[in-house]
């Protein structure tokens, strides 16, 4: 049983637009929400997190938003960069002990 | 610093046979996850130690996987009767006390044959 789930498994943008990763989550008792990002053949690394007393935080080009009555949360990243190019992962907790990921999805960005 | 390293980076072992996964976090984390990813699916937790607690093993899929964390520190996981389904990539995480953000090692790629 799937709580957290990333619905687009890629995803295309070009540089200096908007990217926009999409999370969606099933467990109303998760009150707080990680973003990871995933280059191959290294483990993930912490990109930026919200807990649920908020619906947005923002650092540098990175943006969380949180939508709790639709159990949603996106990653918007502006400007894109090739760089940004990886695999992104959400996860979500409730108890801090079990993180619950997504299944990834995957960035490209276009130079 | 150093990161959190595992090892080995790929094991291939034959069905049937036991294998032991390395983690060593960074020092000073109190608490340490273990998670698998099988190809196309996301993290699937494991198991999770915080300093001297009873770790939560609820994530383990089988008695044949098994877990321990000495002096706090290193742990190892240990796979016993291997099977296919069993192969993955096997990630180990790392956290300070009182946060959520967790840092990763590269993995260990499992092939069961």
């Known amino acids: 049983d799937q709580q957290v789930k990333q619905n687009s498994p890629s995803l295309s943008v070009q540089e200096g637009r908007i990217s926009i990763l999409n999370c969606d989550y099933t467990?109303?008792?998760?009150?707080?929400f990680l973003w990871y990002k995933k280059y191959p053949a290294e483990g993930p690394t912490f990109l930026i997190s919200?807990?649920?007393?908020?619906d947005k935080n923002e650092d540098g080009r990175f943006t969380v938003f949180l939508n709790k009555s639709a159990k949603h949360l996106s990653l918007h990243i502006v400007p894109s960069q090739p760089g940004d190019s990886a695999v992104y992962f959400c996860?979500?907790?409730?108890?801090?002990?079990?993180?619950?990921f997504g299944t990834g999805t995957s960035l490209t960005v276009i130079p | 610093g150093a990161g959190v390293s595992q090892s080995p980076s790929n094991k291939v072992t034959e069905k049937g046979k036991d294998v032991e996964l390395r983690c060593d976090p960074i020092?000073?984390?109190?608490?340490l996850y273990w998670y698998r990813q099988s190809l196309g699916q996301g993290l699937e937790f494991l198991i999770y130690?915080?300093?001297?607690?009873?770790?939560?093993k609820s994530g383990l899929p089988s008695d044949r996987f098994s877990a321990e964390r000495t002096g706090g520190s290193v742990s190892t996981l240990t796979i016993q009767r291997t099977q296919q389904e069993d192969s993955a990539v096997y990630l180990c995480?790392?956290?300070?006390?009182?946060?959520?953000?967790?840092?990763f090692g590269p993995g260990t790629r499992l092939t069961v044959t």
């Open positions: 130690f915080q300093g001297n607690s009873a770790p939560d």
């Open positions: 996860a979500a907790s409730a108890t801090g002990n079990q993180f619950y």
């Open positions: 020092s000073g984390h109190t608490a």
């Open positions: 467990n109303s008792m998760f009150d707080y």
């Open positions: 919200i807990s649920s007393i908020k």
């Open positions: 995480a790392s956290s300070r006390d009182g946060s959520y953000e967790q840092y």
